[in-house]
Every structure is written in structure tokens, then in C-alpha cells.
């Protein structure tokens, strides 16, 4: 059953994102259909400029609803990438069509980097790992769909 209210964590998020922009001067929030990767880089189809800011993929939200009230809707969006410069560099998020948490990405200059994060559809964690450039380093955790560590 869906909420009428949004969540409070998407609520922070906006506030977060808006933040953001603020500071850096990039537009806080686009859909992924109006950017294009041309040469590994991120661009706004409009201008062909490099793209600062979030991206939002919301493929399973119906077409006629508007960006505000695709927020408050279960399974909106399925994934949102950070991007600088046309490059992804912060967090990436991406989600189960239920609205769950599936994966959490980490990327500097383009590349993994930091912990990474992986769930089950019931929400638990799947895996559990670091990245340097790109590279996974140290040792994986993962556990199973209860809960339990596998190794």
C-alpha cells in the first residue's frame, strides 16, 4: 500500500540534493532522458554541456505523473547517480521495483571506489565490500537472505 505523505528520508534527500547544488551550481535533480554519454562523458542532450549534478532513472513510473509525485510513489526511481562534470563521482542508488534498497555504489572519478553495498529484496544485506580505483580490495563480507554471515 502506497503513502500519501513522503517518506522522511526522501524529504532529507531532496533538502541534501538541493544543498548540493547550491554549493556546486549544478541543477539538483534531472531525469536520465535528457542526458546522452558521448565519449564516456555525460551530457545534457539540450546544450552538449558536461552534467553536474543527479540523474534519475524512473522507468517503471508511469509517463504522466510529474517529477514531484513520482518521489512519493513505491518503486520511484529505480536508480539515481551522481555525476561531476559528466562523470560519475559520489554515491549511486539503486532500488527493487518495490521500493527497496538493492545496491549502494560509491564511484570517484568514474571508477568504484569506497564501500559497496549490496541487499536482498527483503532488505537485508547481501554483500558487503571495498573498492580502490576501481579495484576490489580486502576482504568481501556476505551473508545470506536471513541474515546470516557466509563468509
Known amino acids: 500500500m502506497m503513502s500519501a505523505a513522503i517518506p522522511n528520508k526522501l524529504k532529507w534527500l531532496f533538502v541534501f540534493l538541493t544543498g548540493v547544488c547550491v554549493i556546486t551550481g549544478c541543477r539538483p535533480v534531472v531525469l536520465e ?17 558536461p552534467f ?31 555525476y561531476k562534470n559528466g562523470i560519475l563521482d559520489g554515491p549511486a542508488k539503486f532500488w527493487y521495483a518495490d521500493g527497496t534498497l538493492k545496491e549502494e555504489r560509491y564511484y570517484k572519478n568514474g571508477l568504484l571506489h569506497g564501500v559497496q553495498k549490496q541487499y536482498y529484496p527483503n532488505g537485508r544485506i547481501k554483500a558487503r565490500f ?19 554471515r557466509l563468509f
Open 52 to 82: 553536474t549534478g543527479f540523474a534519475v532513472d524512473r522507468t517503471r513510473c508511469p509517463g504522466n505523473l510529474s517529477f514531484f509525485d513520482q518521489w512519493k510513489r513505491m518503486g520511484c526511481p529505480s536508480s539515481m547517480r551522481l
Open 33 to 49: 532522458t535528457e542526458l546522452v554519454e558521448t565519449n564516456g562523458t555525460v551530457r545534457y542532450i539540450e546544450d552538449n554541456q
Open 130 to 148: 571495498n573498492c580502490i580505483d576501481g579495484v576490489r580490495s580486502g576482504k568481501e563480507k556476505v551473508w545470506d537472505s536471513d541474515g546470516n
